[in-house]
């Protein structure tokens, strides 16, 4: 249940953030990374609906390679 | 740039390993991504990989859920929850409520849900209901359930609290003198929030090595490679392979959070027994909101007794690392993900669902 995927940002409102991830749109709450600054195009991990830290486009992309190849496997 | 999963299995391939080495993961997450790449079939024999206490599910109280059931049955309340706890058995004859699930069929108001916000908008829409959310979690869950309520939660929203901090169930196989791992890899995304410096325990006060891994292959395998060689080089230190997203002191906002919104005392772990600093507790700014002071008990309290797992499951042992998912005596025959006994094969966190998830269909070849 620890599981945290890389999303991107799209928009910031206040500590609400639109983001997307694989064309998939959700609202992220950016309350837990308050002493940072977050902006459109960046890229964070998020958990339960809360980013809980900011990763780079390139780390975001290995992980999204990772979450296909494990759903697949669990699939077959 | 990270090496690749090929060099590393590589690198590891050619280090003088000892004729045994137990590495323990203590992360659901890091045990569904070796299963799925197949790390363990990868490595040299002498290395085995083992899964311990890295499902918050796995381990909630029995009477927690028991409490949670009734809650929803007996009261006017809208039951909130994370999917994975719905399915969780209690040990009650066939005849009666046994899970969520179960309790929802049966015409109880209870609601999955994926985020602590859906928690805090249901209560919103529903202002003349109370909501309770039951929260199951380790670090990384309980502190976005934290920051929901510091944010500021409608006033008809309670909380059955069941989060744990995953650390002290390590110290506990530390201290008992017979851990059963000689290294061990750190959960990444409980070390995004607390920072790695928790787990340096096990390397200065156990003399074990360890390391904090992502959930690639590639970060898995790098910290393979480095307790491997901490512990042929007998030379330990708390490695960091996975220094992205893990920050040298973890989400200082995120802690914060946590520390405004819980206390940290004595827990029970579910077949395990009371782990001492390991659970979270509601702050005293918060006793309004919690369940059984608005509500009472429901039961759950007459439960309390270490060992309830259901009869004939080995989850406990399983959650500690003492055994393999498929040395249980029934994996695969009474209990499959279609009809789980016990609560490992029901997370998709848990070990037993994991490793059936993955193909695993022959009982005991460990
Ligand atoms: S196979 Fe089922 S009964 Fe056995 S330990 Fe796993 S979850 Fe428990």
Redesign the interface.
Known sequence: ????IPMQILEVDG?NARCEAKGVER?V?L??????TVEPGEFV?V????A??K??AE?AR??W??FD??L???D? | MMASAKTWLERIRKLPLPEKIRIMNV???HE??I????IRGALPPQIELIPGPG???CICPEEDVYEAIHLALEEDVILVT?G?MLRVPVNVSRRDVRSLEQARAAGADIRPI?????AAAIARDNPERAVVFFA???E??M??VA??L??GAPENLFMLLSGRLTWPAVAMLLDSGEPGFDALIA?G??A??MGPEEWSFVVEQHGLPAAVA?????SLLAAMYSVLRQYIEDRRFLDNCYP????EDG????RA?LEQAFDVGDANWRGIGTIPGSGFALKPWLAQRDSVTAFGHHGGEERKRAGQMPKGCDCAKVVLGKIYPNQCRIYGLACTPRTPVGPCMV???GACR?WW???IRNRDVA
Request: hydrophobic share 40%; glycine share 8%.
């Open positions: 249940m620890c599981l945290a500590f609202e709450s309350f837990m990374l308050q002493d940072q991990m958990h339960v609906g809360y809980i830290q990763v780079s780390d290995s992980s390679e990772l190849q494990m697949a496997a669990e077959a | 992360c659901g997450g569904r991504s299963s799925a790449a197949g499902c918050p599910v994370f994975d994926a985020s602590p916000t859906e199951a979690g380790f990384t869950t502190a976005p920051a929901m510091c944010e959960p995304h409980v995004t929030v992502g959930f690639t292959s590639e992205e997203v893990v920050r989400n200082p906002a995120a959070r997370s998709d966190e994991i998830s993955n193909g």
